[in-house]
């Protein structure tokens, strides 16, 4: 019987049953704790940035931010076409409005070109999302940003370590937000982190995320908060990833590395960018059919599915779904959300079942380079 191989799956050793273990034994379940702490100081180390505060995940860190910064009714935001739908929501849920930007063919990440084009005088934030674990050019965008006094919020949701000239994502805008899903680079089951440089934004956000309790003053309410925390317990789980996570995104890069060397000579197939001026961490392997092989993206995962090898699309441009379809079309995002998946990027694979992925996708494909 062949293995069901999944396109992801988190990586749980001895180390996190035996921190969450001791979270749960320690009584402080919620969100006070040791582990909180601990979490937040070495993900700000890591990252390089001052201060990193949990939530309870990274669509409420996204929510968390833009309230932050102030976004509300009558602004603009202006995202990505093709994200995860998240980066989207969280802008509407402060009242202003997500614009979509198209994306740069080559990273598929937002293009710098197109934000100019979409800027307006109630445009107030930028948010960069680095897809699939490759950063945004962040030089191009802070730029802009600077030129017409915007924020710029990255969403590095999926790219926990990549690099940009030699910074991590996370610690090049106002802010940054990260997930720690279960199918994320490290995980705390759910959970999110917002970080930033920025003393009074950090303070602001923490203030919010507690339910704006006066410090002076218990139970007195000066704001509308919200209570967007994380627990201790799920801390425990990501500072034990944290720990390991040099390891993980190793692993991430080694199984790219395999599915260069088995996909890599065939023409019209293009897997994952990495910009002279990035580390990509591969949260998910990436393959965009150029090509007309003779079958369709969903064609194709189909008949792996078959064989007991899941995969996903690439997402579909937020801008033609019904709630946000404005008729706009952002023609790059469009084009390659069609032919784009996310092969098996686990990092529990190993190269043999890279090796079986790739032979099928090239009996699939019937190409005999
Ligand atoms: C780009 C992007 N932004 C935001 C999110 C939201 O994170 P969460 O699922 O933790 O709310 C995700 C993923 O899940 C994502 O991929």
Not at 67 to 86: K, N, R, Y
Not at 213 to 229: L, V
Not at 324 to 348: E, F
């Amino acid at each position: 019987m062949t293995k069901f191989i999944p396109v992801s799956e988190p990586s749980i050793t001895q180390k996190e049953i035996e921190y969450v273990l001791d979270a749960v034994k320690s009584g402080w379940v919620s969100s006070i704790g040791e582990y909180i702490e601990k979490f937040e100081r070495k993900f700000a180390e890591f990252v390089g940035t001052k201060y990193a505060l949990t939530t309870s995940n990274g669509t409420t860190g996204l929510h968390l931010a833009l309230v932050t910064f102030g976004i509300g009714d009558g602004d603009e935001v202006i995202v990505p076409d093709l994200t995860f739908i998240a980066t989207a929501n969280a802008v509407t849920y402060t009242g202003a409005k997500p614009v979509f930007a198209d994306v740069d063919p080559e990273t598929w990440c937002i293009d710098p070109e197109d934000i100019r084009r979409k800027i307006t005088s109630k445009t107030k934030t930028i948010i960069p999302v680095h897809l699939y674990g490759h950063p945004a050019d962040m030089d191009a965008i802070n730029e802009i940003a600077r030129e017409y006094g915007l924020f710029v919020l990255e969403d590095a949701a999926e790219a926990h370590g990549a690099g940009y000239k030699g910074k991590k994502v996370g610690s090049l805008g106002h802010a940054g937000i990260f997930s720690f899903y279960g199918n994320k680079i490290i995980t705390t089951g759910e959970g999110g982190m917002v970080t930033t440089n920025d003393e009074k934004f950090y303070e602001r956000a923490r203030y919010l995320r507690d339910q704006a309790m006066s410090k002076e003053k218990r139970y007195w309410h000066t704001d509308i908060g919200f209570n967007y925390r994380m627990t201790n317990i799920q801390a425990a789980l990501g500072l034990a990833q944290l720990e390991r996570i040099e390891e993980l995104i190793e692993k991430k890069r080694q199984i790219f590395k395999w599915y260069k060397e088995y996909l890599g000579d065939i023409e019209g197939i293009r897997l994952n960018p990495e910009k002279e001026w990035a580390k990509n961490v591969y949260w998910m392997v990436c393959m965009v059919m150029d090509n007309d092989f003779g079958i369709t993206r969903d064609e194709l995962m189909k008949k792996l599915k078959e064989k007991e090898i899941d995969t996903r699309p690439f997402f579909y441009p937020i801008s033609q779904m019904s709630m946000y379809n404005y008729g706009v079309i952002n023609n790059v995002a469009y084009k390659i959300s069609q032919v784009g998946l996310n092969l098996p990027s686990g990092v529990n694979l190993d190269k043999n079942d890279v090796e079986y992925i790739c032979e099928n996708i090239r009996k699939i494909i019937k190409y005999r380079g």
